[in-house]
């Protein structure tokens, strides 16, 4: 499961796009709004966001995505239950919401919008709400048993509009050139073949490299917003991995091959061209002297 965070200040936006005939869209659950039509529930959201005045960005929304693979375990009372269970991690409650299932995609989904401004007229946070939604999406994952989707690795280009569409292409080539790449010179090569230019930001006025950019057409890009995995310290430590990895095989293929030279010649030919040394022409003349017959003796009376 994955959760894509948004927040805004239109509740007639968000709400009309959620709950939308073309969608086949479903409300699985609510709380604290009138549900007669779309205008009653965003006057509700409205009502209660003017309780705290002080909130420039009232609206929270937050798309739950399953995988495709886990499609025929997801109805919509586990979609409920885990978005309760989401909620409560997550500290959104007290407060009113909304969740809407949404038929217009292969993979199960449901949208979940709240108001940020809670009965009370208090705030609910957001501190550090991505980093806390990614750990409890994992928890809630592993708990039911349902599929560790790769991320990106997933994402349909085709369907992308930009600048995320130019960042995803640049992600999948890195991806697959870092591997095959020792320096940068290389990875630089391999990823101008695919049409991205390479950037580098120095420290100051010094040659110290402390940062990369990976620019596509008119969109440029900093490696750890690509992912994570990308910041200019990552890769380049992969791709001294990536050298001395090479460097150890070179080195192993080298002595394996004159091992293999030394037995064969010292197995085969040296130990049968061996010839004996002799200290002097006298001791070679005695060891090849030929041995004499002794004469037999015989026995009984000789004439």
Not at 72 to 92: E, G, L
Not at 148 to 165: A, M, Q, Y
């Amino acid at each position: 499961m994955m959760a894509k965070i948004t927040k805004g200040s239109s509740f007639k936006g968000v709400i009309k796009y959620i709950i939308d005939e073309k969608k086949k869209s479903q409300i699985l659950d609510a709380d604290g709004l009138r549900l007669k039509s779309i205008s009653s529930v965003i006057g509700s959201f409205v009502t209660q966001a003017e309780m705290n005045g002080r909130v420039s960005k009232t609206v929270g929304h937050i798309s739950l995505d399953f995988s495709a693979q886990d499609k025929d375990k997801i109805s919509n009372r586990f979609m409920v239950n885990v978005a309760h269970d989401y909620m409560k991690q997550m500290d959104i409650c007290n407060t009113q919401y909304i969740l809407v299932r949404h038929f217009d995609k292969e993979h199960p989904h449901v949208h979940l919008v709240f108001n940020r401004v809670d009965y009370n007229g208090r705030i609910i946070s957001d501190s550090n709400d991505r980093y806390r939604s990614e750990k409890i999406c994992k928890d809630i994952t592993h708990r039911h048993g349902l599929y560790f989707s790769t991320g990106k690795e997933n994402v349909k280009l085709h369907r992308l509009k930009e600048p995320d569409k130019s960042k995803y292409e640049i992600y999948n080539t890195i991806k697959d050139s870092v591997p095959r790449c020792r320096n940068w010179q290389e990875l630089t090569r391999e990823l101008h073949k695919a049409g991205i230019e390479t950037e580098f930001k120095t420290k100051g006025n010094t040659a110290i490299i402390e940062g990369v950019k990976f620019r596509k057409g008119d969109y440029v890009f900093n490696g750890s917003k690509v992912d994570r995995m990308f910041s200019y310290s990552k890769i380049d430590f992969q791709l001294k991995q990536n050298e001395r990895l090479f460097k150890q095989q070179v080195q192993t293929q080298s002595e394996q091959y004159a091992v293999g030279t030394v037995s064969t010649t010292s197995g085969l030919g040296g130990l049968f061209d061996l010839k004996p040394e002799y200290p002097n022409k006298e001791d070679q003349e005695y060891l090849y002297q030929p041995k004499k017959k002794k004469k037999k003796r015989r026995y009984g009376r000789q004439m």
